[in-house]
C-alpha cells in the first residue's frame, strides 16, 4: 500500500510504503545535495506505526545525488536514475 502523509500543522512525507507491517517514509526532491534536515518528518510516523501496531522500516530520499549515499541510520539517498 502507498500513502500520503500530511498533519494538521502542514508536515508531511511524500510517500509512506506499507510493506507487511513495516512503513517507509520516502521524500522525493530534486536537490542534488541531500542532507539530513530532508528527513526531520520521517519521525512522525513513529507514534502512529507504534499505535497501529507497526513498525517504521528504512526510509530514502529520491534525489539527483548521483550516487547511493547513507544519510542517517536507516535512511539512504537514492539517485532517480536507480528507479
Known amino acids: 500500500n502507498l500513502y ?3 498533519d494538521a500543522d ?5 510517500l509512506v510504503m ?5 512503513v517507509h517514509p520516502i521524500e522525493i526532491k530534486m536537490t542534488a545535495r541531500p542532507d539530513k ?8 510516523l513513529d507514534p502512529i506505526a507504534a499505535a497501529g501496531d507497526l ?11 548521483p550516487d547511493v549515499m547513507l544519510l542517517e541510520k536507516g535512511v539512504r539517498s537514492i539517485p532517480v536514475g536507480y528507479l
Do not use: N, T
Not at 534536515?37 to 512522525?44: E, H, I, N, S
Open 4 to 6: 500520503f502523509y500530511r
Open 10 to 14: 502542514q508536515r508531511e512525507i511524500d
Open 18 to 22: 506499507e510493506v507487511g507491517r513495516k
Open 37 to 44: 534536515r530532508m528527513v526531520q518528518a520521517f519521525r512522525l
Open 55 to 65: 513498525q517504521v522500516g528504512e526510509g530514502a530520499i529520491i534525489d539527483s545525488y
